[in-house]
Structures are given as C-alpha cells and as structure tokens.
C-alpha cells in the first residue's frame, strides 16, 4: 500500500521559510514524478510544483517561482519544498502526491487527475 506522510508545516511570520517533507512508502518512488499542492480555506486545491523522477525538471506555480524550490531524495523516498519568503497568501494545507505514471508529461504535470496516491496535508499558516 502506498503511503504518503507529510511533515514541516507550522505558524510562520511572513518572509521567513520552511521546509516540507514528504516521505513515502509502498511504491518505486524513485520512478515516478511528485508534486505538491495546496488548499487555502474557501479555495479549490491547487497546483504548486512538481519534479520528475530524476529531480531534473521542475515546475511552479507563477505564485511561487523564485522563492520555493522542490527538490527530492530517492534514497530517502522523500520529497522536499523549500519554501523562502513565505506570505500570508501562502496559507494553506500542503499535500503531497506520486503520479500515476513514471512520465513526467508537460502538459499534464499540474493536473490533480496526473497523480493517484495524496498524503493527509501539513498546514502552514503565514501571519503578516
């Protein structure tokens, strides 16, 4: 069974970071793309940024480029968000997701159908 489980999430001031992780289980993490996306109160979930299964490409969300990095650890099976000069518009829960497929698809990386396996969310909370 696969299981993602993220961790990291907390109450920040705005411009300060933090780092969330994904550790997963139960799949060949190692080959599939990951992404994260998040959820803000009143909102529909939304893409934030995916890496292929080698961590050689990487995309964002316009929001966030420039101050959030995704990264990965296949040694680990575990998935990072590096997320710097956080805002208050930042405030959602955080999940994390291992694609269906082992393609990372240009034109599909941001859709929620691309992956099929969610973790239970991390909330970060940026206050101004």
């Known amino acids: 069974q696969v299981q993602l489980v993220e961790s990291g999430g907390g109450l920040v001031q705005a411009g300060t970071s933090l780092r969330l992780s994904c550790a997963a289980s139960?799949?060949?993490?190692?080959?599939?793309?990951m992404a994260w996306f998040r959820q803000a109160p009143g909102k529909e979930r939304e893409f934030v940024s995916a890496?292929?299964?080698?961590?050689?490409?990487?995309n964002y969300v316009d929001s966030v480029k420039g101050r959030f990095t995704i990264s990965r650890d296949n040694a680990k099976n575990t998935v990072y968000l590096q997320m710097n000069s956080l805002k208050p518009e930042d405030t959602a829960v955080y999940y994390c997701?291992?694609?269906?497929?082992?393609?990372?698809?240009?034109?599909?990386?941001?859709?929620?159908?691309?992956?099929?396996?969610w973790g239970q969310g991390t909330q970060v909370t940026v206050s101004s």
């Open positions: 997701a291992t694609s269906r497929t082992t393609f990372y698809s240009a034109g599909t990386y941001y859709q929620e159908e691309e992956y099929d396996y």
């Open positions: 139960g799949r060949t993490f190692n080959r599939h793309p």
């Open positions: 890496i292929s299964w080698n961590g050689v490409i990487t």
